[in-house]
């Protein structure tokens, strides 16, 4: 599917990115393959992914009115404490913002 973000953490050691097929893919930088591949059969596409300002966590603006929160150092865990609902998105305008 097409790539909808590409967000680069771990003081860019490391991108994530985010596509039309539903998956989230982690990347190392300078290496051709993902080191790690994420795609569960309840997962919606994530058009949008934002960085914490402490760089611990990946928030992702869900298309099932969710945003879902991925850890950046315990080797990008989807964390089910920290899920957010209750917003009604309407497409791919909403984006993930936090101080």
Same mark, same amino acid.
């Given at each position: 599917?097409?790539?909808?973000?590409?967000?680069?953490?771990?003081?860019?050691?490391?991108?994530?990115?985010?596509?039309?097929?539903?998956? /989230?893919?982690?990347?190392?930088?300078?290496?051709?393959?993902?080191? =790690?591949?994420?795609?569960?059969? #309840? +997962?919606?596409?994530?058009?949008?992914?934002?960085?914490?300002?402490?760089?611990?966590?990946?928030?992702?603006?869900?298309?099932?009115?969710?945003?879902? /929160?991925?850890?950046?150092?315990?080797?990008?865990?989807?964390?089910? =404490?920290?899920?957010?609902?209750? #917003? +009604?998105?309407?497409?791919?305008?909403?984006?993930?913002?936090?101080?």
């Amino acid at each position: 599917g097409a790539v909808n973000t590409v967000t680069f953490c771990d003081e860019g050691r490391r991108f994530v990115t985010t596509a039309d097929d539903k998956k /989230v893919l982690v990347w190392e930088y300078g290496i051709p393959v993902p080191i =790690k591949h994420i795609s569960e059969p #309840h +997962m919606h596409s994530i058009p949008y992914v934002g960085m914490h300002p402490n760089e611990k966590w990946l928030l992702g603006q869900s298309l099932d009115n969710q945003i879902v /929160v991925y850890g950046v150092h315990n080797k990008f865990r989807q964390h089910n =404490k920290k899920l957010f609902r209750g #917003h +009604m998105n309407a497409g791919y305008a909403c984006q993930v913002d936090m101080t």
